[in-house]
């Protein structure tokens, strides 16, 4: 990407809050098989004995204000408030040392993933970045020049995971330990799904169309409330259509990596899957792939007719 440097580390520090995190269901975004992952390789009745201070933990993520703001500031290492010191520094008593214990074991995985990304020429999505600036209305001003990439463990061998925050557009986590050798494009796929998601502002083009899909198709359809919400769904949507860890989308189209496969092919009755938000995504995002590609190659800019598409698509999904 033009004028765009990715800058590879392994921050034990900041994995150690999210190591933490992800033993508490704390949210919507709790990922039940990196918990069962995470909770594999602890001691029998490790999470039952640590209750207590993880239990005081979930309500510092709890607090009005704090959740995921308060995690990506940990990630970042900006200092913990007073108020919330000593339940931290409970924490660390009580959980570092089974988390060296893990950190070890991770640590060399993580080194050689380093190694290997360090080695990809993100130069290829040149061509990718200028399109997307473009179709997404983005001011190449608001954009970050350097952005840190910190390599996370993770249980899955097949796809990495990604996380990026609006605040703190500098920053993306790519969890890959376990990958597979031969899936470097997939990472390279979430880091430029990531790297989307810091380009979006509040009141770009994409949320004010996308609004106004919800309040004139979503809404009127009488579709319950659904969480993690609209908002999350229909961005997550066009962002999974542009790029993303799997083959449906217009960067594995520009570069020719793998073979597309409709995720529809994966189950016989979607309304089965109502509950599966991530699949959700990708089919949407599939089904709206065409309208992206004819979008990006034309250099057209987003516009209402297609985001008013992609509520169509998931007010389909629940009639």
């Known amino acids: 990407m033009k004028n765009i440097r990715f800058n590879f580390e392994i921050d034990r520090e900041a994995y150690f809050w999210y190591w933490v995190q992800s033993l ?23 999470l039952h004995d640590k209750k207590g201070c993880l239990n005081k933990f979930k309500k510092i993520l709890q607090k009005k204000d704090n959740g995921f703001l308060w995690l990506w500031e940990r990630y970042l ?5 007073f108020s919330e010191k000593y339940t931290c520094y409970l924490i660390r008593k009580e959980m570092e ?3 060296n214990i893990f950190w070890e074991r991770e640590l060399p995985l993580l080194k050689k993933w380093k190694e290997s990304m360090e080695e990809i020429n993100f130069n290829i999505l040149h061509n990718f970045n200028n399109k ?3 179709f997404l209305d983005i001011n190449k001003k608001n954009s970050a020049k350097v952005i840190q990439v910190k390599l996370f463990p993770y249980h899955n061998e097949k796809f990495p995971a990604g996380h990026s925050h609006k605040l703190f557009r500098n920053l993306i ?20 799904h990531e790297y989307i998601h810091t380009l979006i502002e509040d009141e770009s083009k994409l949320n004010n169309c996308l609004k106004k899909s919800f309040e004139n198709i ?6 319950q409330k659904i969480t993690p919400g609209w908002k999350h769904l229909l961005i997550e949507t ?22 597309m496969n409709d995720p529809l092919a994966e189950t ?5 899957e109502l509950s599966n938000h991530g699949f959700l995504i990708r089919v949407a995002a599939f089904r709206i792939l065409n309208e992206t590609i004819t979008y990006m190659e034309n250099n057209k800019q987003i516009d209402q007719n297609y985001c008013d598409k992609i509520a169509k698509i998931w007010v389909e999904f629940y009639s």
């Open 24 to 46: 508490v269901q704390w949210s919507w975004y709790f990922e039940k098989e990196e918990f069962n992952f995470y909770e594999s390789e602890l001691p029998n009745n490790y």
């Open 238 to 259: 066009v962002v999974t259509s542009l790029a993303g860890k799997r083959d449906e989308n217009y960067l594995n189209y520009t570069l020719q990596i793998e073979k």
């Open 173 to 192: 986590l790519l969890n890959i330990s376990h990958l597979n050798r031969g899936f470097e494009n997939r990472a390279i796929g979430v880091v430029a």
């Open 132 to 134: 997307v600036i473009t």
């Open 268 to 272: 016989i009755n979607i309304k089965k």
């Open 97 to 99: 040392t089974d988390f």
């Open 77 to 81: 290492h900006k200092p913990i408030r």
């Open 218 to 223: 979503i809404l009127p359809s009488g579709i």
